[in-house]
Every structure is written in C-alpha cells, then in structure tokens.
C-alpha cells in the first residue's frame, strides 16, 4: 500500500522541532562551557553550531525535496553511492548510534528524577543514588519500565507526546523570559576562566572550541531525519524545504536565547559547575521546591522522548527485515497487540548495554558525535553527487535549492568531520571499535544478502 501525503507544513515545522529538542539543552550547556573556557567560546560555539545546523537544514531540505521517498539516509545513500554503504551506515547510524543516544537520555533522566526525588528514596541510600552506579542504575530501571510498558502494547498517543514537547518549549521560553527581567547578582566570579583563556596559546583555544562543538552538535542535532518522512508531506518541494528552514530557525532561537538565561542568571562558572543546569536555574529563581519540580518535569520530558524512540525504531528493523538485510524475526508482529516482540528485546539489550558499560553521558557523547557526524557527513555529500549527476543527464531541477552551492555544502561536511574527528582523538578507543564495526558491517551485508531470501 503507498504512502499517503498527509503531513502539512506546519506537521512538518513540529516535527523538527520535536526531533531537535529533546534533553540536551537541559544537560549540555555545562560540556560547552568547560571545554571552552570563556563566555566569548561558549557563545561562539552555539553560534557557530546554530549557524551550522542551519546550512545542515538548507542542504537536507534539497536532499528531501529531491527524493521525496520513504526510507530517509538508507535510500538516499544507496542510489548515490552503494546499497552497501547504505547497509553499513545504516547499522552505524540507527542500531548502534540510536542506541547509544537513547542510553544517553536515560542517564540525563536518571540524573533528574534523583534531582527531583531529593530526600525522598525508599529502596537507595542518597549517596548511592548520586554515584556513578546509582545513576547507572535508575537509567537501567527506567530503560526497563518503558520497554515492559510496550512489550505489553501500551503505547503513548500522539497528544501525550504533544503536549510533552510544548513542555519543553514552554521551560525553555519562561526561563529566557524571566532571565530578561531578572537583575540579581549571578555569584559567580568569571575573571578566572577568562585569564585562563586569555593565557592558553591559540592552538589550546581552538582545540577546546572544536571540542565544545561536540556537545552543540549533539544538542541541535536531529533535523536531518526529517528526510524520513518525505513519503509523507504534502507537497514536498515546498512544504519539506520551507517547514525544515523554519524548524531550525525557531530552534536556534530557543537555544539561543535559553543558553542566555542561564548566563544571566547562574554566570558563566555556574555553567561549568552545574550538570543539572535547568534544576539549578529553577533552585536560583523559586528555591528547592522550584528545582524539583522543574527536575521532575525533565525527567517526563526525557521519558516522553525515550518512549517516542521505542515505538519508532523498531520500525527502522521492520523496515531492513522488509529489504532482506536483516533477519525475517525482525519483522515479525504479535498479531494481538502489534508488538515488534523480537525487535524490542534486541533493542533493549542494545541499550541497557551501553547504559552499564558507557556509564557516563560525556563518555557516550564522543560516541554518538563520532558516527552521528560521520554519517550525516556522508549522507549530506550526496547533494553533491545529486547535482552532478542533473548536470550530467541535463535535467532541469526547479525545486529548492541551497543558496552558494558549492561551498554551503563543503562548510557543512567539513565541520561535521572535524566533529567527528575531535570527538575521535578524545576517545580513541571507542572511535577505533567503532570503525572496526563499520568495517564488520560490509561482509555481513554480503552475509545478509546472500542467506536471507
């Protein structure tokens, strides 16, 4: 049966807003400015990140206009280049870096509902509960309780997830709003960090901008999977260009103008003190109580996005079980319930895995940023290859098409493989399996296709 075109531009518009923000504005803010060390490199980085994310937005709105298709980075990498590649990135990508994503705002959620739950913790002593392996702990009991709720075919409507994502849009702008008219002392003396940066040689302040940008990128990453529901928006050389453009826009905007609120109001140390940067800011404005309700509110934010993700990306394994690249179990359906029984237990492995061994959300971060910016690097330089090959066939194309082409393009590739890059040298081991599994995955797609029929 085909796809139906039902999604409107302003579906479109929410979509990416709803993709974009998720947890990381609540939990990055404090990576940034420790790894750059000033007010002018914090906000030079989510600048220049806002900036990026913007071209990243221009080139996928060309890219998704030109092939409207159901199928997102698989399809579009496979016509430009192999369907080889696209297997490869694919497992990268969606299996291992969705995985590794969803273990990261598990650890942030655990982080907040400790926060929330203050004095209030029956089975764990506090201590434990803010170590390492108490924080380990509850996102692994959380990673549970959501995959338990839709084994049994429990599934969150499409309001619930709505309404959690105004949530967060509206945390976001009453913050930034009241740090407009707030005008307390921030108690926070920023003198040391700018000596320190003023005292490092150029080479340290640019390695620890690129640094930052990891985190930046991890925060107002996610617009390009937009390109997955080009099957099903209206028009969509108009409506996908047009509602990407926007998205990103109102997005920058937000982080913008949150990342200013916690400036004004925590100054920039209490930025690179505060890993629960949003309780801290609530705990400044309204006391204690304050911050455990904005704690508790982020967590059911964290958790709206965590269940989104288990109902979407057993998709993606139905989706490759369909193409033959992945085994016929992974499409299977429990007829009663419509579960992806097999699917769900492999992705919750998947991911209490990486909660346990990874443990910390810095350590995951070079993770994701290392095959997040590597794949989206590849799929973005399939524009190039789509431009060539219309110049070559002579073919006309009318639709949208992205402003100084080539160098937009180039700016945005280049950028996204120094991310990849940076996030590789500050974790060579990780980045090592990671190319090492990437490399795993062309004999098994020979594997795959070979045996699967």
């Known amino acids: 049966m085909p796809i139906k075109r039902k999604l409107s531009l302003f579906d479109t ?4 807003v709803s993709l974009v923000i998720g947890i990381g504005i609540f939990r990055t803010p404090s990576i940034v400015a420790r790894d750059t060390g000033s007010p002018e490199l914090f906000f030079t980085a989510w600048i220049t990140g806002g900036v990026i994310c913007l071209i990243g937005g221009l080139v996928f709105a060309e890219i998704g206009a030109r092939n409207p298709v159901a199928g997102g980075f698989y399809k579009i990498v496979s016509d430009a280049y192999h369907p080889a590649i ?20 598990a650890l942030i959620a655990s982080e907040y509902l400790i926060k929330s739950a203050g004095d209030i913790q029956p089975f764990f002593s506090g201590e434990f509960l803010k170590s390492d392996n108490g924080i380990k702990t509850v996102a692994a009991l959380i990673t549970l309780f959501l995959f338990a709720v839709n084994y049994l075919g429990i599934k969150a409507g ?7 994502t105004v949530l967060k849009i509206l945390i976001i702008l009453f913050f930034s709003f009241i740090s407009v008219f707030y005008s307390g002392n921030t108690g926070s003396d920023i003198s040391s960090l700018h000596n320190v940066t003023r005292d490092s040689g150029l080479l340290v302040m640019v390695s620890g901008f690129f640094i930052g940008l990891r985190a930046v990128f991890f925060t107002v990453g996610g617009y390009q999977s937009t390109v997955n529901l080009s ?10 260009p047009l509602g990407i453009i926007t998205g990103v826009i109102i997005i920058v905007s937000l982080y913008l103008l949150i990342n200013y609120g916690y400036y004004k109001l925590l100054g920039f140390e209490g930025i690179a003190k505060s890993d629960l940067i949003a309780a801290d800011m609530a705990n400044k404005l309204f006391g204690p109580l304050g911050s455990r309700i904005i704690s508790l509110s982020i967590f059911i934010s964290a958790a709206g996005f965590m269940n989104a993700t288990i109902l979407q990306t057993p998709r993606t394994y139905h989706a490759m079980a369909e193409d033959k690249v992945l085994p016929k179990i992974f499409k299977k359906v429990n007829p009663k319930n419509q579960v992806q029984e097999y699917s769900l237990l ?23 940023m290392f095959n997040d910016s590597l794949s989206i690097a590849v799929a973005a330089s399939t524009l190039f290859v789509y431009r060539y090959r219309s110049k070559k066939e002579n073919k006309l194309w009318d639709g949208f098409k992205v402003p100084l082409y080539p160098v937009m393009p180039a700016i945005f590739v280049l950028f996204l493989l120094l991310v990849s890059f940076t996030s590789f040298k500050e974790d060579i081991l990780t980045g090592s399996i990671s190319l090492a599994l990437l490399l795993l995955f062309y004999p098994l797609y020979l594997l795959m296709t070979k045996f699967i029929k």
Do not use: C, H, Y
């Open 346 to 368: 492999f992705m919750f492995l998947l991911v209490t895995f990486f909660i346990l061994t990874q443990g910390k959300f810095e350590k995951i971060l070079n993770l994701i």
């Open 13 to 16: 518009i929410m979509i990416v």
């Open 86 to 105: 696209a297997f490869m990135l694919n497992w990268l990508l969606i299996i291992i870096t969705s995985g590794a994503t969803f273990a990261a705002v």
């Open 158 to 164: 499409a309001i619930t997830l709505n309404i959690i």
């Open 231 to 240: 099957a099903d928006v209206i028009n969509p050389r108009k409506n996908l």
